[in-house]
């Protein structure tokens, strides 16, 4: 069993930046994909960034240019930095984690841009 520990959400400005982590603990075989996706109100839950243990990263059109995913595999956490942020950026931040062949979701963290 992996448990997803998520921290680093909150209420920003537009133009602002967060930056979200997701720490992976438990019986941890060997992690794949850490992603970041985010379900606005009203919407369904969309990727945002991935990352391969690799290093190969997929972004969301929306959110290229301005979203830096990252990962430290030595401490299975992955990182979401955002910036110029923008209020349709305003949703629940939820982590993925691929520990092969199980998904794994983090709680979520909430993230409000105000304009």
């Known amino acids: 069993q992996v448990h997803l520990v998520e921290s680093g959400g909150g209420l920003v400005q537009a133009g602002g930046s967060l930056r979200l982590s997701c720490a992976a603990f438990?019986?941890?075989?060997?992690?794949?994909?850490m992603g970041w996706y985010r379900q606005a109100p009203g919407k369904q839950r969309d990727l945002v960034a991935e990352?391969?243990?690799?290093?190969?990263?997929n972004y969301a059109d929306s959110v290229k240019g301005r979203f830096t995913i990252s990962r430290d595999n030595a401490k299975n956490t992955v990182y979401l930095q955002m910036n110029s942020l923008k209020p349709e950026d305003t949703a629940v931040y939820y982590c993925?984690?691929?520990?092969?062949?199980?998904?794994?979701w983090g709680q979520g963290t909430r993230v409000a841009v105000s304009s």
């Open positions: 993925r984690v691929v520990d092969a062949p199980t998904n794994y």
């Open positions: 438990g019986s941890i075989a060997g992690i794949n994909v």
């Open positions: 990352i391969t243990s690799g290093g190969t990263t």
